[in-house]
């Protein structure tokens, strides 16, 4: 059930942001992969549970994790992934030439990025029975999404030994891209195809989801 959504595919951005930003300071993307798997199960952990909070039946195109085993093997199984970020994070330590308080710099992203991915999550919750304005929804994006975004290229820059001014630049950009992606994302979920996007569409109007969109309509 913890590989179900590993194995059914995704764009597999944020360990794309990751292995480039290390290799754009000059760094060896190898030593950087089991960063990259470590946020790629952590967004998977994210999205299993996220799932099950709203309900949804399809995640890229096959039946999400709690309609496929249950909603307890679902949390379970996000709960490994979870627990699994941190096996693969100590894993790169041991394989990469990080020093000491550079891998607690790496430690301190992802988990600022796992705290703003609850906080985010918990704000889309609360959205959909109170009034919203753009300044909330931008909030609540840059938790959901762009933090990890951010986290990713800044982690990638460590990795590759990045000064501290190029490992800001790297993530201020992602951010912004975090942001950019989440907003097409939204808009994608009202016209886009189901059968490309793997997932239900029209599903945030359902769910009373507070999109951009949706507070300017």
Same mark, same amino acid.
């Given at each position: ?113 796992? +705290?703003?991915?609850?906080? @985010?999550?918990?704000? =889309? ?6 009034? $919203? /304005?753009? *300044? ?47 907003? +097409?994302?939204?808009?994608? @979920?009202?016209?886009? =195809? ?6 239900? $569409? /029209?599903? *945030? ?13």
């Amino acid at each position: 059930a913890a590989r179900h959504l590993l194995e059914s595919g995704g764009k597999r951005i944020r360990p794309y942001i990751l292995l480039k930003s290390c290799e754009i300071v000059g760094g060896d993307p190898n030593n950087a992969i089991s960063f990259a798997a470590a946020v790629e199960l952590l967004h998977n952990f994210s999205l299993i549970h996220d799932d099950i909070m709203d309900n949804d039946p399809l995640r890229r195109g096959v039946p999400t994790v709690h309609v496929k085993w249950g909603i307890p093997i679902a949390i379970t199984s996000g709960d490994l992934l979870f627990a699994k970020t941190y096996e693969s994070i100590l894993k790169g330590k041991k394989i990469s030439p990080l020093t000491h308080d550079r891998f607690i710099e790496c430690i301190e992203r992802i988990t600022t990025a796992t +705290i703003s991915i609850c906080e @985010g999550q918990a704000m =889309d919750l609360s959205f959909q029975s109170s009034d $919203v /304005g753009e *300044d909330d929804y931008l909030k609540m994006i840059d938790g959901k999404t762009a933090s990890l975004f951010k986290a990713c290229a800044e982690i990638g820059g460590i990795v590759g030994g990045g000064e501290s001014t190029e490992v800001r630049i790297l993530g201020e950009f992602a951010w912004n891209s975090g942001v950019a992606f989440q907003l +097409i994302d939204d808009y994608l @979920g009202l016209i886009g =195809d189901e059968k490309t996007l793997g997932k239900p $569409v /029209g599903s *945030d109007i359902r769910e009373g989801k507070k999109t951009l969109i949706i507070i300017h309509a």
